[in-house]
């Protein structure tokens, strides 16, 4: 039987959550990523598929988090198919450079936008050399974007996807030698709560997002290379 699995972080609600539920769909064991107990989600999804899911508390932000989920991974599996680094914040998007900058705030979004990925990659790196699909799927943005970038604010959000791309580079050029490859998708406008409530104003659900999410990564091997493939979720081109 050809076992597969995968972890999502940041998957209590959203993409993420709408990710691990399309994974559990397709079969994957998933460790699931939670960072707010509050958002019972997942809880509703472990009744659903309780020998497949595995709700890991993670926190990206902190190495000892990180260690300890990578802890709960390895007592159930030596080797992941798929990591997809979906936890991300928004920070400050009002605020222009003639304005007031919250540095403190930056950082925390670096910490987790940028830094939380690597954190969560460099941990499980090992297992995922030893899976059959070697893949890492990093959420960015359009937003990070440096040949699309339109806006005048947004600077630690668009400063913070702009640097997982390039970590997303790196990595892959150190992956591809053991038969790995890294993507980075956007998810495409979603009603999400990054701003604090849900932004009904947005073009699709996380549902949908994730379901042309999932279509691209079952896609994968067409994109592998020799450097990452960064895609909007109709699996455009989108220019570094």
């Not at 509050?38 to 999804?45: F, I």
């Not at 979004?109 to 460099?122: F, I, W």
């Amino acid at each position: 039987m050809d076992v597969r699995t995968a972890c999502v972080t940041g998957a209590d609600r959203g993409v993420g959550c709408s990710l691990t539920a399309e994974l559990l769909r397709l079969g994957y064991t998933v460790f699931a990523g939670q960072y707010d107990k509050d958002w019972t989600l997942l809880g509703a999804l472990k009744e659903q598929y309780p020998a497949l899911l595995h709700i890991i508390e993670l926190d990206v932000s902190d190495d000892r988090s990180v260690a300890a989920a990578k802890g709960k991974i390895l007592s159930c599996t030596e080797s992941l198919d798929l990591l997809i680094n979906n936890a991300a914040v928004l920070g400050d998007i009002q605020s222009t450079i003639s304005d007031e900058l919250d540095f403190e705030q930056m950082k925390q979004v670096y910490d987790v936008n940028t830094l939380g990925p690597l954190r969560v990659s460099h941990a499980l790196l090992p297992l995922l050399k030893k899976g059959k699909e070697k893949l890492i799927v990093n959420i960015s943005s359009e937003a990070g974007s440096i040949g699309d970038c339109w806006r005048s604010s947004w600077f630690a959000y668009c400063m913070s996807k702009t640097a997982l791309n390039m970590q997303s580079q790196i990595i892959h050029n150190h992956f591809k030698e053991a038969g790995g490859q890294v993507m980075v998708l956007h998810p495409g406008w979603v009603q999400t709560y990054m701003q604090g409530k849900l932004d009904e104003q947005a073009a699709i659900t996380p549902e949908q997002s994730a379901a042309q999410l999932l279509k691209l990564i079952k896609q994968h091997e067409q994109f592998q290379g020799e450097s990452a493939v960064f895609l909007d979720e109709t699996g455009k081109l989108l220019p570094w």
